[in-house]
């Protein structure tokens, strides 16, 4: 059975930082494209960033492009999502999932969710 398990989100202050994280089991994520979705009350799912399975390439938004990093441990089958110099715009849930394909910036082409986690930008 596979299941991702998100951790890492929480109240922080604008100009902050949060290290989101997704660890998996019953599956091998470096087998996967790995992305990372945030979701905010009446709207889309909207993609923020995805690494690669088979090569590591990883794709950012481009408006968050040097705010976000992705990365993956294979040792600790986990994917990491640092964000800084958070933003109160950037308050959402926010999701990891998988994917058996390249990376797609559609939340309709990933197969398993993570259950979300809750991301607040305020003073």
């Known amino acids: 059975q596979v299941q991702l398990v998100q951790s890492g989100g929480g109240l922080v202050q604008p100009r902050g930082s949060l290290r989101l994280s997704c660890a998996a089991s019953?599956?091998?994520?470096?087998?996967?494209?790995i992305g990372w979705f945030r979701q905010t009350p009446g709207k889309e799912r909207e993609a923020i960033s995805c690494i690669n399975t088979s090569d590591g390439a990883v794709y950012y938004l481009d408006s968050e492009k040097g705010r976000f990093t992705i990365s993956r441990d294979n040792d600790k089958n986990t994917v990491y999502l640092q964000v800084d110099s958070l933003e109160v715009e950037d308050t959402a849930v926010y999701y990891c999932?998988?994917?058996?394909?390249?990376?797609?910036?559609?939340?309709?082409?990933?197969?398993?969710w993570g259950q979300g986690t809750q991301v607040t930008v305020s003073l």
């Open positions: 019953g599956v091998t994520l470096n087998d996967y494209s």
């Open positions: 999932a998988t994917r058996w394909h390249y990376c797609t910036k559609f939340a309709w082409g990933y197969e398993y």
